[in-house]
Structure formats: C-alpha cells, structure tokens
C-alpha cells in the first residue's frame, strides 16, 4: 500500500531560497492554475544565488543519477501551450550521481546573468484565444535525474523587471488614420490626399515637440482638421507617466459629440502568415464632452499609473512582439466614430527616478 | 400638446436624474462616513455623471446642479479631512483625475482644488490656473457654464487677491486673480454664444429664451471682478475693462453684447467709468447693428447724471476727462455705425446725453444746443415722427431743459429747439407746447420782450393755431383746458417798459389772430385785458411823469383793441365783443378820453341792436350796458343823454315783461350818480320807476287773463327797494306816500284770494320791511327819514 502510494507521491520535497530574497522585492503574479502568489524581483545583470534544499520522503533514500540546476527564459505560446522556447538557458550541476538519504542543502550562484527581456503575462487566458495567447517568463528549474520513475524537477518562478533609459525617438512612427467599419474603404479612395497629409506630418522630425497634424476624412469631405500637441518626448512614456497635451481644433465640419483618448495593446505573436494580433484596449479616457469650434484647444492630461501597462517588446526572440497605441477617437451625433491612432513606447524607469 | 409633452418629459427626466444622484449621494455618504477614500470617489463620480444628461433645459438642469453642489460641499469637507489625517492633497488632485469621464472628473478637480488652495501647498495662481485650463474639455455649453459657474463659486473666496490669504508673493499677484477670473468669463462667454448657434433653427426662439436665463453665469464674473480689492482704476483701465470689452465685441452675438455692455456698466463704480469713457464709448460703434445701443448708452449717461448728482465734488472730474464731448463724439458714431437704428432710439440717446449735460454742465447751454442740433439734423429730412416711443422721448428730450432750468427763457435762447418742434407731428407738437406752457406757468416765469414772446408763440404754436390736417370742431374738455392754459400764459406776460409792453401785446395779438374761430374767444379777453392793464399803468405814469413824450398812448391802444375786439366778429360771439367794449369804454372813461369811450359805447350798441338776438343774452347785456354806463363820468350831457337814452330804450324793448320791467328800474340808476352832482336827474328816475311799475302791473293783470290768478308780488317788492334806495338817497321825488302806497298795493296783491302764495316773495317782502324798522331803530338822519315811513 505505502508502495502504491509512495508510487504517486513525489518521493523528496524540492525547495529553492534565494539568497537575498527577503530583501528583494515580491511581485505579485497569477499562476496556471488562477492562484495569487508573490514572486522575488531580479533584474538583468543580477547575481542570482542561493541555496537549493533536498528533502527526500521520511525513511526514503532517492537515488540519482545528478542533480542540476538551469536557469531558463522561456517563451511559452499558448496556441502551442507545453512547448517552451528557451532563449536563456544556464546550467550548474549540483551533485554527481548517488543517493540521498536525508535533507541535504546545496549552494548555487547565476552571476551576472544576462536578462535582457521582461517576464511578461498576456491577456488572460480564460478570455483569450488559445492558439495566440503567450506567455513569457524567466523560472529557475532544478532537476534531479533518475534513471527510472522519470527525474524530479521542481521550478521556482522569479521576474525580471528591467529598467531603461528613455528609447530614442523613432523618426519613422506611422500615424494611421482611419474610419471605423465600411468608412474606412471610403477612405482608402483618397490615399493620395492622406499621403500628403503624412508627408505634411513628417516635414520637421527633429523638432522637440512635434505637431502631429491629421485630417479625418469622410469619402471626399474634409471633415475636421487638428493640430496634436503631445508631451515634449514624443510617444515614449514610462509607466507612471503622464500624457500630457493639447489637440487644437483648426477645422470642424462634423458635430462632434465627445472625444475620447484610448490606450490599446497590441500582441502579435508568430511570423509571416502565421502571425496573430490580439489588441485591448486598457483605458478608456473621456477628453472632451460637447462641440469645439475652430481655434479651441482641448487639454489633454492622462496619468499612466492606475492602468496595467508594460513595456513595449519589439519582437522578442522573432516570436513576439507588444505594443501600444494611442488612439484617439471623435465621435459625432450619429455615433460614428472617427479615430487616430498612434504607437507610444512605454518603458519602464526606475522607482527611485 | 407637443410642448407639454416634452415639459412632461423633462420633469420626467430631472426626477431620474435626481433619483440616481440621491442614490449615488447616499452611497458617497456611507464611503464618507467610513473614511474610504476609494468608495467615495467612485460614487461622488458616479453621482456627478448624472449632470451628463443633455436632456433637461437650463432651468431644469439648474435644479439638478445645486443637488449636486450641495453633495459636493460634503465631499470638500471630506477631502479637507482628508488631507489632515494624512493624506497628501498633492496625491488626491491626482487621484480625483482617474476618473474616466471627463465631466464628474472636472468637478472632483475643482472641489479638490478648492481644498489644495486652501492648504496653500502650491499658490493659489498655480491651481486655479490649471483649473481654469482643465475646465476646456467640456465644450457642451450647458455643461461647460455649470461647471464654470461651479469654478467660480468655489474659488471666489480664494483669489490671491492683494490682503487675501491666498495673496501671492510677487507683485504681480492680483493680475494672476484677475487673469483667472477673466479667463473664465471670457470661456463662459463663448460657451454662451456658441449656444445659440448650435441645434436646430426652429428652436432658436427657444433658446434664446433658455439663455437669457443663463446670463447671470455669465455675469457673475464682472462682478467678481469688481469685488476684487486690488482692482484699482490703474489696473481696470489697462487689462480689465479692454480684456472684457474685447471679449463683447468679438463674440458678435446680440443677446451677450448687451446684457454684457449692461454689466460692466451696473457693477463697475462710477469713477472708473468716467475715466474710461474713451474706451467703454469705442465699443459701442463695434457692437452688433442689432444691439440695443441706445439703452446701454443711457443706462451709462444715467448712472453718470446720477453720480454728478451725487456731489458737487465729483464735477470737476467730468471736466477733466471732457465727458461730454466724448459721450457726444460716441454717440454720432454709433448713430452712424448703425444705419437702422429706429429714430426712437436716436431720440433716446440724444435725451440721455442731455439729461447728462444738464446734470454736469449745466452752465453749458451750447451744449445743450449741439445735442438739440444734432438731433435736428437726424429728425429732419424726414416724415414727421409719428412712432410713440419716438414721440416719448422728444417729449422727454425738449421737456428736461425746462424742468432743470425753470425757465423758458434759457428755452427760447437754444437755436435748435424750434427746429426740433419742428418735426413733431401735430400731436406731439401740441403736448410739447403744452408742456412749455405748464412750465412757464408752475415756475411764474416772467417773458417780457417782444421777442422772446414772439419765440414762444412761434414754439406753442400747436396750441395758438391749427396745424394741417387738426380741423376737428368739437371742443372737448382737454381743448378748452389748454386754451386756458394759454389765456393764463397771456396774463402772465409783463415788462415794466409800457412801449415794450405794447410790442408784447402786439407779437400776441398777431399770433393768437391766427388762432381760428375756436380759439378767439379764449384768447382775445386776457390779451384785452392785459392791454387795458397796461392803459391804466400809462394812466397812473402820466399823473406822475407828465409831458412824457412816448410813443405808446393809450389811444394807441385803444386802436389796437378795438381792431383786436373786431376779430371776434366773425365768430358769433357777440356777447364777449360787447362786454369787453364795455371794459375798454371803462379804461377809456378812466383815461378821461370821451371820444374813445363813446366810441366804444356806439359799437356795444351796434353789437347789441344787430347780432345779439337771444333774449336772455339781451337781458344780460342790458344790464350790463347799464352798470358800465352808470359809471360813467366821461361824458358830456349831450353824449350821456344819447346813450341813456339808448339803454332805456332797448331796456322798454326787451321781449318778456318782467325782464322789461327790471331793466326799466335798473335804468333808474342812469340818473342819479351819488359823486357827481352833474348827474341827478330826480325826475326820470321817478319817470323809471314809475315806467317799471306799469310794466309790473301789466305783468300782473296779464297773468290775472291768462292764468285767472294773480303773479308773484316779487316785481313790486323789487320796485320797492328802488324807491326805498333813492328816498334814502333823498331823491325828493320820492314821497312817503309813494312808498306806502307802494307797500299797500303790495299787501293787497299778497293777500288777495287769487295770489298763490310765493315763499320767496313772502321771505323778501319781510327782510325788507325788517330793514325799514332797521333804519328807524337806528335812528340819526336817515332813522328820522324812514320814521315818516308807516305802514
């Protein structure tokens, strides 16, 4: 009976301290399985040390052929879920093949390691796709190989937070302008006038604060025409930043109801005909209620802080990327929505910046 | 019913607007009650959602705006506590702004705002200005002034204004709070406007209607700005006034210009309007064709006339920043600027701007000239004024000088001012004489050259004469009041120089001859009158200055009267010729001018004999005829015979016997004049009375035939007194006997079976028999007399 059941029971207890863990700050994280726990937070370039625990079953020896510690960056796709894709992978071996027979310690120490992406969490898998839902974590897996019965591992998750300097502007941001639904073929028929209008857009990259003029256009008709004024960085913001601005109205033909500022996250997961995009939106942020006429100014001011953000990621390991997009929406009196859209980066700054 | 409908909707909705609030107000309450932050700012949000609703008219949203406020005066407690148990106030401006929708937002910001100026962590100019900013992301105009209004309220304490609390370090420190409040009114302002132009066309009445019941909003900010103590004249003159009247000219909109213009003028003080006339005056030509100018502009002379009034002090002000040629020069230019301004409002403006001079300069009357010309130059060239309004305010233009002068004389000085009568329409023109006439007659004025007479006619002339088109016969109440009204003014004309007195009365006669038929007879006595006045002041003079060598005789005169009193003949009203020929034959008689008097005398008889045809008037002017006469003393034997004679004569005429018979008594009295011995003719008084008692026994044996019953002894009582009178007077004709046979056959007829009895008869017949025993009791001569008298 104690063997049937032995059979089923792991037979040591497996468990992993960090050496500064009860300094290190505790993130709080979803597991597979919905529960709520705390992690210990690295950073790249971190030491990561500690000590490793093997506590066979009472009165049971464990025999081993080798006991190792990795240290993995995995990419797991939901779509593909159980398969894992290291792109970090470090190894210490912990002990050479033999028997343990009681609680036995062992030290182990990732120097300097190498953390170059942030542990990342996607959109929640209960509402998501499966197949383009991804996850993307950093876990430290100890494995003690046995020749018979399978190895014993045990996985201790951490994150990875990485702060950065703010990214250089990127000249080559695309505004994109559109019209929700049929409109939006409508629009497609003035690509010239648009592309003009872009051009217009891109005449002074250099300038600190750039004017980010845009034209809605509805079939032939000029519809409403404004001047945005974002915060000097354009379209790098940090976590608990705050957008600010100004959205001038030079043109109004339309009877505009409200405006609303949006915050959309944009996850592509795979490559070339593989590709899947899921977007959310995150915030939903109301900016003007009622008509402006011409020369109004419309103050904008977003704090970042109460929504779950994270930093942008362009294509980690040509598997994934998320972005964010700015997205401002017009809508009239007939509840037709006019909007445009454009991506920030966001990243993530120190706390004690 | 469609109306009632959306009225019945409304209510509708406010009470689902103010159920969710109280809901929401009740949730926010327990989170307050409990310290939980979170809790409170969810529901305080949620209940200020409810002010999104873009259903309810201003005045229904209004009700809902105040629930809301008052919950909201909790919150701010709320947050105050707050942010002494800890909270940094810093971090709640933030959190408040999370909220997603932007209105509830916007109200949470400013009632934390209020609390972070109190706590005075950041100068008060840095929140509200970022209030004052925020506050743009509603461009609902509804919604926007509300919440603006709700900015206002909540921050109207917390300027940093110079002495505030909140005043600021740098000197600066007032501009900062009148920046703000400027910036406010100028976004409220627009939100306004803009409310008219948005929505359909058909509900633009409606919502014109709807703004005039928001305009208080917008209003309440100038006076803000006037209750701001550092807002000295310096200040007001540079940014404020040019700042607010920037924003009215610009906005274009009919409705905010004038109710603003309005404002500026009611909560501003009077000074700093004076001293900023210039510029408040330029606005006025910019403003909307459509703007009601005119009241603005006399709301502002009004408050001006006012505060000159105030104080003799305040004058020299006015002088010093030529208010008058300012509000002139404006005035012309916004006549100018708006070609379609009714004439009313022309005559408005010139009205305000005189009652202002008058106030201000009233020394001035050049002034009061240019206005008056000014104005002429407007009404002429046109139809005359027949809109009422306009006619009002002419009254009102021409009345004010007057009333402030006292004095038509300073009128008559004013070149314009016949002009402007000019262009009355026959009515007006009539009410405004009137008006001068009153005038002259309240304050006694005294005109007394030629001249100037002859202004003032030429002016009243709507009442002298009839104007084109006035040629209705009736003479009603008002007529008859008003040629009163000018028979008095004639009374009233005096110079002490009798030559230039005659010129007075000659510029009179000329101008009330032209007074019609209907007139004449109320304007020929008091111009005699006066003539006859001035005949016996030349009277009086030539006793005392004797050999006086002026051209102005009375028989001049008289020749002027006389050709005066024949105007009347061609209206019959022959009655008036005649006494007021008995009147100058008196002046004349008085003046010793036999001639003239006679003269006189042979045309009342003429007038007598040939028009007067109605016998009761032939009695009065009998009598009268006889009284006059009596008095005269002029003339010579022969003359006076002639014209006794005469009167006796038509006396016998007369139509009815007892009328005969009292006038043949009266006649009596021609012969026996008390003070002069000339005249005392015993025997044709005896002749008269006797005459008269023929003609009372005629009367009586006619009633006798006629009626089978004697007459009323009345006559002979009557007769008896006559007798009585000239044997007091010792006319020695007169016996005892004739007396008592007298009173005899006046007993017989009293108690004769026939007679009906006659109270009065009875009543007169004893008071005289008392007097007889009266004058014997008395005793003395003529006691003595009246004893030989028995019954």
Request: hydrophobic content about 40%.
């Given at each position: ?21 009860k ?13 709520a726990?705390?992690?210990?937070l ?21 025999e081993?052929?080798?006991?190792k510690?990795?240290l ?8 593909d879920?159980?398969?894992f ?5 470090l ?10 027979y ?15 992406y ?39 998750d ?19 302008v ?33 004017n ?16 945005l004024?974002?915060n ?19 043109l ?46 419309i103050?904008?001011?977003l ?8 930093p942008?990621?362009r ?17 009239d ?16 700054i120190?706390?004690?910046? | 019913m ?34 939980n ?5 969810k529901?305080s ?49 933030e ?18 705002g209020?609390?972070?100026?109190k ?5 008060a100019?840095?929140?509200?200005k970022d ?12 919604r ?10 909540v921050s109207?304490?917390k ?13 600066d ?14 976004e ?11 929505g ?16 208080d909003?917008?209003g ?5 700005l ?7 004249l ?13 924003q ?22 009077d000074?700093?309007?004076l ?26 002379m ?9 104080g003799?002090e305040?004058?020299p002000?006015?002088f ?6 300012k ?24 009205a305000?701007?005189?009652t ?7 020394d ?10 000014a104005?002429?130059k407007?009404?002429?060239g ?9 006619t009002?305010?002419?009254?009102a ?69 009839d ?11 008002d ?16 110079s ?7 010129k ?32 016996r ?13 002026a ?7 008289f ?5 005066t009193?024949e ?17 100058c ?25 040939e ?5 009761k008037t ?11 006469l ?6 010579g ?6 014209l006794?004679?005469?009167?006796t ?7 009815k ?26 025997e044709r008084v ?20 006629t ?7 009345l ?17 020695s ?33 004893a ?8 004058q ?14 028995t019954?």
């Amino acid at each position: 009976m104690n063997f049937i059941v032995g059979a089923f029971k792991p037979a040591c207890h497996i468990s992993v301290t960090f050496s500064d863990g009860k300094n290190r700050k505790q993130i709080p994280i979803k597991k597979d399985n919905g529960q709520a726990t705390t992690v210990p937070l690295f950073h790249s370039q971190d030491n990561i040390t500690g000590t490793i625990t093997v506590e066979p079953v009472s009165g049971k020896k464990v025999e081993h052929n080798g006991i190792k510690v990795e240290l993995l960056g995995q990419i797991e796709m939901y779509f593909d879920k159980g398969n894992f894709y290291d792109f970090t992978s470090l190894v210490r071996e912990l002990d050479v093949p033999g028997e343990i027979y009681e609680r036995k310690t062992f030290q182990f120490e990732f120097s300097t390691v190498e953390m170059p992406y942030e542990t990342y969490n996607g959109v929640n898998v209960r509402l998501s796709y499966v197949e383009n839902v991804l996850g993307y974590r950093y876990v430290l897996k100890v494995t003690i190989s046995r020749g018979y019965g399978g190895s014993i591992t045990h996985f201790q998750d951490f994150v990875v937070w990485n702060y950065t300097p703010p990214p250089s502007i990127n000249n080559s941001i695309k505004m994109e302008v559109g019209i929700e639904d049929c409109l939006h073929i409508e629009f497609e028929y003035n690509k010239s006038k648009y592309a003009i209008l872009t051009q217009l857009y891109f005449t002074s990259p250099f300038e600190t604060k750039l004017n980010c003029t845009s034209c809605c256009l509805l079939g032939q008709r000029l519809i409403a025409m404004l001047i945005l004024n974002w915060n000097a960085d354009l379209s790098r913001y940090h976590l608990k930043d705050v957008i600010i601005g100004k959205i001038y109205f030079l043109l109004v033909r339309i009877k505009i109801k409200n405006m609303d500022l949006e915050i959309r996250r944009r996850e592509s997961t795979g490559s070339g005909s593989n590709t899947h995009v899921e977007t959310e939106t995150l915030a939903k942020f109301e900016l003007m209620d009622g008509a402006p006429v011409r020369g109004e100014s419309i103050p904008i001011r977003l704090f970042l802080s109460p929504y779950e953000l994270t930093p942008t990621c362009r294509n980690i390991n040509n598997k994934f990327s998320v972005k964010y997009y700015l997205n401002l929406v017009l809508v009239d009196e007939e509840d037709r929505r006019y909007f445009k859209q454009q991506e920030i980066t966001i990243y993530r700054i120190g706390e004690t910046q | 019913m469609i109306s009632d409908g959306v009225v019945e909707d409304e209510e509708k909705w406010l009470s689902a607007g103010i159920a969710g609030l109280q809901q929401n107000a009740f949730h926010m309450h327990r989170a307050l009650d409990s310290n939980n932050l979170k809790d409170a700012l969810k529901y305080s949000a949620q209940m200020l959602s409810e002010l999104r609703t873009s259903r309810l008219s201003p005045h229904k949203y209004y009700e809902l705006y105040m629930r809301a406020f008052d919950e909201l005066r909790k919150l701010e407690i709320f947050f105050k506590e707050e942010t002494s148990r800890g909270c940094s106030i810093v971090e709640l401006y933030e959190l408040v702004q999370h909220a997603g929708n932007i209105l509830p937002r916007l109200y949470l910001l400013c009632t934390v705002g209020s609390v972070y100026i109190k706590s005075k962590e950041a100068p008060a100019k840095d929140v509200l200005k970022d209030l004052v900013e925020m506050c743009r992301g509603i461009q609902h105009p509804l919604r926007g002034l509300f919440l603006r209004s709700y900015l206002s309220q909540v921050s109207r304490d917390k300027l940093p204004d110079i002495g505030s609390e909140y005043e600021g370090r740098d000197a600066d420190t007032v501009m900062d709070a009148v920046e703000f409040v400027l910036q406010n009114f100028t976004e409220m302002n627009k939100l306004w406007v803009r409310m008219q132009h948005q929505g359909p066309a058909r509900e633009k009445d409606k919502r014109g209607k709807e703004r005039g019941e928001l305009r208080d909003l917008v209003g309440k900010n100038l006076h803000v700005l006037s209750q701001i103590e550092g807002v000295d004249l310096e200040m007001y003159k540079e940014t404020v006034l040019p700042r607010v009247l920037e924003q009215v000219v610009n906005c274009k909109d009919e409705l905010a210009q004038y109710y603003l213009m309005d404002c500026i003028i009611q909560v501003f003080p009077d000074e700093y309007h004076l001293q900023t006339l210039e510029t408040l005056l330029s606005a006025c030509p910019q403003l909307q064709s459509s703007v009601d100018v005119e009241t603005v502009l006399s709301r502002l002379m009004e408050r001006l006339s006012n505060y000159a009034a105030s104080g003799s002090e305040v004058l020299p002000e006015f002088f010093q920043v030529e208010a008058f040629a300012k509000l002139n020069n404006s005035i012309g230019k916004v006549i100018e600027a708006q070609e379609n301004m009714p004439i009313a409002g022309v005559v408005t403006l010139y009205a305000s701007l005189l009652t202002f001079t008058l106030q201000v300069h009233p020394d001035r009357l050049d002034y009061i000239d240019q206005i008056l010309g000014a104005c002429v130059k407007k009404l002429s060239g046109r139809e005359k004024l027949n809109d009422s309004k306009a006619t009002k305010q002419i009254v009102a233009l021409l009345s004010a000088p007057l009333e402030k002068y006292k004095d038509i004389d300073t009128a008559l000085n004013l070149s314009n001012y016949p002009r402007i009568m000019e262009c009355l329409n026959d009515g007006t023109h009539k009410e405004m004489a009137n008006v001068i006439v009153q005038n002259i007659l309240k304050n006694k004025t005294c005109i007394s050259t030629a001249e100037k007479v002859d202004a003032l006619f030429e002016l009243i002339k709507g009442l002298i004469r009839d104007l084109d088109g006035d040629t209705h016969d009736e003479l009603d109440a008002d007529f008859i009041e008003e040629q009163n009204s000018v028979a008095r003014l004639i009374q009233i004309l005096h110079s002490d120089d009798p030559e230039e007195m005659l010129k007075v009365i000659e510029t009179v006669r000329k101008h009330i001859l032209t007074g019609g038929r209907k007139r004449l007879p109320y304007t020929v006595p008091p111009l005699i009158f006066s003539s006859l006045k001035l005949v016996r002041r030349l009277e009086k003079q030539e006793e005392s200055v004797s050999g006086d060598e002026a051209s102005t005789t009375p028989k001049k005169i008289f020749q002027l009267v006389t050709q005066t009193i024949e105007a009347l003949t061609s209206i019959p009203v022959p009655e008036l010729a005649l006494g007021l020929y008995l009147q100058c034959a008196e002046a004349a008689n008085d003046c010793d001018l036999e001639p003239v008097a006679y003269e006189f005398f042979t045309q009342a008889y003429i007038l007598y004999e040939e028009e007067i045809t109605d016998s009761k008037t032939q009695v009065t002017s009998i009598h009268l005829i006889i009284g006059t006469l009596q008095r005269m003393h002029v003339f010579g034997v022969e003359n006076r015979d002639a014209l006794t004679h005469k009167a006796t004569g038509y006396s016998a005429k007369l139509l009815k016997k007892p009328d005969q018979c009292r006038a043949v008594y009266a006649c009596s009295h021609l012969f026996w004049l008390d003070d002069h011995d000339s005249i005392r003719d015993e025997e044709r008084v005896l002749l008269c009375l006797k005459r008269a008692l023929r003609i009372a026994n005629a009367v009586q044996q006619m009633a006798n035939a006629t009626r089978g019953s004697s007459g009323s002894a009345l006559l002979f009582i009557e007769i008896l007194n006559k007798y009585l009178y000239f044997y007091e007077k010792g006319v020695s004709q007169i016996t005892v006997e004739s007396i008592q046979d007298l009173i005899k056959l006046i007993r017989n007829e009293m108690q004769g079976d026939a007679s009906p009895s006659d109270p009065a008869a009875d009543a007169f017949l004893a008071s005289t028999l008392r007097y007889i025993q009266f004058q014997k009791d008395k005793g003395g001569a003529v006691g003595d007399k009246y004893m030989l008298i028995t019954d």
